[in-house]
């Protein structure tokens, strides 16, 4: 069974993975979780350093995120009042969830991230799996494959784990079918081109879209907790109103207030992070295919996932206990089993080591084409 502590199923637990294996976290390769594996912006992180000498440490955080709200409205083309900043876009997730509960029964697209289902078992609400097919093509972006019906419909563009970018085309005619979407955008200022996609150009003709978004896959930023919605002003007030008084901290607020406020800098960090997915997905799907065991899928984004031809248990306990390198098991998402793992993305250095590891694990590796 996959473990019981939240943290070990979602991935990039260090810390009890670190304790588990007996080995400092800084001796690992954490494949499993979705992060740009380069350090955060030096805007960022100098940031960080002058909040600890200003109010932003000393003083209650602004509950209004006036700020904050302003510079992210001002990117999206929105009004301070249509974002709301939460602590990462699991909280957000959880107001989401309380909003589709009252609205009624919700669609899951399966495989698909287990938050949504978190969230929605807080307030007692009703879901039903879509089923996605677990084959598919490597041209993006695709048809998102909903047909049936349900009050409210999640959707994870580009989509957790498959890597799949859905078409803004095929999406906005579900926006007349639902009475509530909400769309996880977390990855998509990481995919080449993704934005053209994005549902955030729709949030203002329709009401009943929520688009909801991280830092923390974009900024390397995890422990720092931030993200946000997009949507209609009146829900977001309540979305507010049911929350705690302080859920975004003052470091989190001055940080991402000055590293957003400069557009060029900002623009300038989503194309280095896009530019090294471009140039390394294709690069490890090509290693990972050296192997007739592992089958990697298309992806858009900075995460493969990777089918098995038989059980991959065992290959994934063996790369952590003998080579440092955690890779994600795959058995909490719905409608996936012990053949499937999710790898993200490395920089050069790391991809190398874990085809190094794994050329020591699996036989029957052909040619040397991933070694260049």
């Known amino acids: 069974m996959a473990s019981g502590d939240p943290g070990e199923r979602h991935g990039g637990n260090l810390t009890a993975a670190a304790q588990r294996l007996g080995r400092p976290a800084a ?28 109010p932003a440490l000393r003083a209650y955080p602004d509950r209004g995120w006036r700020e904050l709200r302003r510079v992210l409205a001002r ?3 929105l009004e301070p009042e249509e974002v709301l900043p939460g602590n990462g876009a699991a909280e957000l997730f959880t107001w989401a969830a309380r909003d589709a509960t009252d609205c009624g029964l919700s669609l899951l697209p399966a495989p698909g991230f287990a938050d949504y289902r978190r ?15 677990l084959h598919w093509g490597a041209a993006f972006p695709q048809p998102f494959p909903s047909l049936q019906q349900a ?17 803004r085309a095929s999406l906005e005619p579900l926006l007349q079918r639902h009475a509530l979407v909400v769309c996880d955008e977390a990855f998509l200022p990481l995919v080449p081109g ?25 900024l390397s930023v995890p422990g720092l907790r931030l993200g946000y919605a997009l949507g209609a002003a009146a829900r977001l007030r309540r979305w507010a109103g049911w929350r705690d008084p302080w859920p975004v901290n003052g470091l989190a607020l001055a940080a991402a207030e000055r590293l957003l406020a400069d557009q060029v800098g900002h623009q300038r960090w989503c194309r280095r992070v896009q530019n090294w997915v471009a140039r390394e997905r294709p690069w490890l799907e090509r290693g990972l295919g050296a192997w007739p065991q592992l089958t990697p899928m298309p992806s858009s984004t900075n995460f493969l996932l990777v089918r098995g031809s038989h ?26 089993g012990e053949d499937w793992l999710r790898i993200g993305l490395q920089d050069r250095r790391g991809h190398r ?15 040397d084409a991933a070694r260049r």
Do not use: M, Y
């Open 151 to 167: 009050a409210v419909l999640w959707i994870c563009n580009p989509h957790n784990p498959t890597g799949q970018l859905w078409s």
């Open 194 to 218: 993704g934005e053209s996609q994005s549902l955030i150009p729709l949030v203002r003709s329709h009401p009943n879209l929520v688009v909801v978004r991280s830092l923390t896959k974009l």
């Open 119 to 133: 969230a929605l078992g807080c307030w007692g609400g009703r879901w039903v799996d879509l089923p996605l097919p």
């Open 311 to 336: 059980s991959l248990l065992d290959l994934r306990l063996a790369l952590e206990r003998r080579h440092g390198i955690l890779l994600r098991d795959c058995r909490s998402f719905p409608g996936l």
């Open 27 to 54: 001796e690992l390769l954490d494949a499993s979780a979705s992060l740009v594996p380069f350090a955060p912006p030096l805007a960022l992180r100098w940031a960080l350093v002058q909040a600890v000498f200003t």
């Open 75 to 77: 990117q999206h083309g």
């Open 353 to 367: 080591r874990l085809l190094a590891a794994l050329e020591q694990e699996l036989p029957g590796r052909q040619g």
